[in-house]
Protein backbone atom coordinates (compact mmCIF):
# COMPACT_ATOMS: atom_id res chain seq x y z
CA UNK A 1 0.00 0.00 0.00
CA UNK A 2 1.24 3.65 -0.52
CA UNK A 3 2.23 4.36 2.82
CA UNK A 4 3.88 1.41 3.85
CA UNK A 5 1.16 -0.86 5.25
CA UNK A 6 0.50 -4.39 4.34
CA UNK A 7 -2.32 -5.85 3.43
CA UNK A 8 -2.56 -9.48 3.01
CA UNK A 9 -5.02 -12.58 2.21
CA UNK A 10 -4.92 -16.14 2.66
CA UNK A 11 -6.79 -18.93 1.51
CA UNK A 12 -6.07 -22.77 2.28
CA UNK A 13 -8.16 -25.64 0.64
CA UNK A 14 -7.76 -29.74 1.86
CA UNK A 15 -9.70 -32.26 0.42
CA UNK A 16 -9.64 -35.77 2.03
CA UNK A 17 -10.62 -38.80 0.46
CA UNK A 18 -12.87 -41.95 2.36
CA UNK A 19 -10.48 -43.46 5.07
CA UNK A 20 -10.98 -47.03 6.15
CA UNK A 21 -9.69 -47.63 9.78
CA UNK A 22 -9.80 -51.29 9.52
CA UNK A 23 -8.47 -53.25 6.92
CA UNK A 24 -11.38 -55.05 6.24
CA UNK A 25 -13.06 -51.76 5.23
CA UNK A 26 -15.91 -52.17 7.85
CA UNK A 27 -19.01 -48.97 7.19
CA UNK A 28 -18.56 -48.17 10.76
CA UNK A 29 -14.92 -47.61 10.67
CA UNK A 30 -14.70 -45.68 7.69
CA UNK A 31 -14.39 -41.70 7.43
CA UNK A 32 -16.69 -40.41 4.44
CA UNK A 33 -14.58 -37.55 2.24
CA UNK A 34 -14.42 -34.00 3.41
CA UNK A 35 -13.50 -30.54 2.45
CA UNK A 36 -12.38 -27.82 4.56
CA UNK A 37 -11.59 -24.02 3.19
CA UNK A 38 -9.99 -21.90 5.54
CA UNK A 39 -9.37 -17.51 4.25
CA UNK A 40 -7.52 -14.84 6.33
CA UNK A 41 -7.42 -11.22 6.00
CA UNK A 42 -4.11 -9.32 7.65
CA UNK A 43 -3.51 -5.85 7.89
CA UNK A 44 -0.08 -5.00 9.04
CA UNK A 45 1.08 -0.88 9.72
CA UNK A 46 3.38 0.61 8.12
CA UNK A 47 5.19 0.58 11.55
CA UNK A 48 4.74 -3.49 11.83
CA UNK A 49 3.58 -2.18 15.48
CA UNK A 50 -0.33 -3.03 14.75
CA UNK A 51 -1.67 -6.10 13.05
CA UNK A 52 -5.37 -6.95 12.73
CA UNK A 53 -6.72 -10.39 11.06
CA UNK A 54 -10.19 -11.41 10.21
CA UNK A 55 -10.60 -15.32 9.62
CA UNK A 56 -13.23 -17.77 9.32
CA UNK A 57 -12.09 -21.72 9.19
CA UNK A 58 -13.98 -24.10 7.87
CA UNK A 59 -16.25 -21.99 5.70
CA UNK A 60 -18.84 -24.96 4.51
CA UNK A 61 -18.71 -26.38 8.57
CA UNK A 62 -18.11 -29.75 7.50
CA UNK A 63 -17.17 -31.72 10.24
CA UNK A 64 -15.35 -34.72 9.87
CA UNK A 65 -13.99 -37.77 11.17
CA UNK A 66 -10.38 -37.38 12.07
CA UNK A 67 -9.67 -40.99 13.31
CA UNK A 68 -11.29 -43.88 14.57
CA UNK A 69 -10.37 -45.96 17.48
CA UNK A 70 -10.74 -49.03 18.65
CA UNK A 71 -10.94 -49.88 22.24
CA UNK A 72 -9.84 -53.44 24.03
CA UNK A 73 -11.65 -56.01 25.83
CA UNK A 74 -11.32 -53.93 29.52
CA UNK A 75 -13.33 -51.10 27.56
CA UNK A 76 -15.97 -53.50 26.25
CA UNK A 77 -14.33 -52.95 22.87
CA UNK A 78 -15.90 -49.55 22.58
CA UNK A 79 -15.28 -47.29 19.39
CA UNK A 80 -14.64 -43.74 20.08
CA UNK A 81 -14.02 -41.04 17.04
CA UNK A 82 -11.46 -38.12 16.51
CA UNK A 83 -13.61 -35.07 14.33
CA UNK A 84 -12.63 -32.17 12.96
CA UNK A 85 -13.51 -28.49 14.78
CA UNK A 86 -16.37 -26.99 13.41
CA UNK A 87 -17.08 -23.15 11.65
CA UNK A 88 -14.71 -20.37 13.64
CA UNK A 89 -14.68 -16.90 12.70
CA UNK A 90 -13.20 -13.90 14.59
CA UNK A 91 -10.91 -11.17 14.68
CA UNK A 92 -7.85 -10.50 16.02
CA UNK A 93 -5.97 -7.46 17.27
CA UNK A 94 -2.02 -7.55 17.64
CA UNK A 95 -0.34 -4.43 19.42
CA UNK A 96 3.39 -4.63 19.90
CA UNK A 97 5.08 -2.78 22.48
CA UNK A 98 8.57 -2.08 22.98
CA UNK A 99 11.68 -3.30 20.76
CA UNK A 100 10.66 -6.42 18.41
Not at 63 to 78: D, P
Amino acid sequence: MKNGSIFALLAAYSSTDDVHYSPFENEKETAQASDRLDLRATWTSNEQNIVVSAFCDNVSDEVGVLQVLRHGKAEHFRQTAGMTMPRMYGLELTYKMGAY
